[in-house]
Every structure is written in C-alpha cells, then in structure tokens.
C-alpha cells in the first residue's frame, strides 16, 4: 500500500520559532507537495518539488521555504512561526510525469501560540 | 488560476439513500478531474477520477459524471453508509497545471 508518513500529528510552537515539518513516502514517487488547509478555504499549495534537490513555489510560499535532500524526503520549514500559521498541513506525493493523482499523509494540525 | 467550486456545502442523507455531490469548475481547458474523501482526523483519500475524453466512470458504489457542456462534475454514492460521513473534494487539472481543489462538501449520513 502506498504510504506517506508525516512525523507529528499534533505541534504546537510559540511565535518565532523555526517549525520543521517532516514528510516521508515510501513509493518512490517523483513529485511531493506541501499543502494547508483551512475551513473554507480548501487546500492551498504551499511548495513543491519534481526531483531531488528541486523546489518550485506553490500559490501562497510566504513565509515557508523546503528541503528535498533525498528522493522520499520532502520537510516544509516554517522560518519564524507566526499566529497565521496555525493550520492543518498535508503532505502529498505523486508518480510523476503524467500521473496527477496525489497520494496524502494524515495531516500535520500545527498551533503557533 | 481558476478555481473550483462546489454548490452545497453540506449534505444530509438517510442511510441506504444515493447521494450526489455536486461540483462547478470554471477551467475549459481542464481535462483531468479527481475525488477525493477526508474523514475527520485524517488525510485525503483518492475515491475516483476521470479524465476529459469521458463522460462517465464508475467505481464500487461510486459513479462520477463529467457534462463539460457546462463544466460540472458530481460525485454519486449508492446506498449510503454512515461510513460515507466525510468532506468529500473535487479537483481539477489542466495539463502542465497543478491540481486545483475545491473547498469541500460535508456529506452527514443520517441512521
């Protein structure tokens, strides 16, 4: 079965700290993707990457930058946390090329205090 | 980039009824449509998906219909389950895009 792991369910950090969220997939997927959700809003893509060592801005990177050092490794890093922050974040990979079908971890509920 | 949208955000069905979940999207140029469900506490889930060359595809107790005469997609669910209780995502994709999701509809089946 496919599989992406996000590492912590539930966070909470206070206001200015460097926040990293970790993203592991299993399914040597080419493509990963950061996303936030919001009530209301939907998903927001944050970053992606297409390759190793690859980043690409999504429609809100303000505030965030990423790291993809290894192929099944893609961390979403929050450089000072700020109140606005506070949100669920999804983690999502794909096959690649042709193939948009995103496979999503559980979700990362973040609270910036 | 354009959105998706959904007519209803919530949904009450009698269990054992169809439900149908509708969804708008204003991208003529998408020719890749996905469902998704999330229950609460967890991830997206992929249902089904079809692509722009159909019309209709069906899964296990789920069809999904695509009228690009007026860009609509709905989602139909046979003999609801409480287990179908979810938000369940359409989303769109035109080639060399990224998917563009909707912001959900909330499905409640009633026992």
């Known amino acids: 079965d496919v599989k992406v792991t996000q590492s912590s369910r539930y966070l909470v950090k206070r206001t200015g700290e460097k926040v990293f969220l970790e993203c592991v997939q299993d399914m040597d997927h080419e493509n990963m993707f950061w996303y936030r959700q919001d009530p209301g809003l939907g998903l927001r893509l944050i970053y992606f990457s297409y390759d190793v060592k690859m980043k690409e801005k999504g429609d809100i990177p303000e505030g965030y930058s990423v790291s993809r050092e290894k192929k099944e490794r893609f961390s979403l890093i929050l450089e000072s946390a700020s109140t606005n922050q506070t949100s669920m974040y999804l983690c999502a990979s794909s096959l690649g090329g042709r193939n948009e079908k995103l496979f999503f971890g559980s979700g990362t509920q973040l609270s910036v205090l | 980039g354009e959105s998706v949208g959904l007519h209803l955000p919530t949904l009450s069905v009698q269990e054992g009824d169809n439900s149908i979940i509708n969804c708008a999207y204003s991208?003529?140029?998408?020719?890749?449509f996905i469902w998704y469900k999330q229950e609460s506490g967890k991830g997206p889930q992929f249902i089904i998906d079809?692509?722009?060359?159909?019309d209709k595809r069906q899964g296990q107790r789920v069809t999904v219909l695509l009228n690009k005469t007026v860009k609509h997609l709905s989602l139909q669910i046979a003999a609801t389950q409480p287990g179908d209780s979810a938000v369940y995502f359409c989303a769109e994709n035109e080639y060399g895009n990224k998917l563009v999701f909707g912001a959900g509809t909330i499905l409640r089946v009633k026992s």
């Open positions: 079809i692509r722009s060359n159909m």
């Open positions: 991208n003529s140029a998408s020719d890749y």
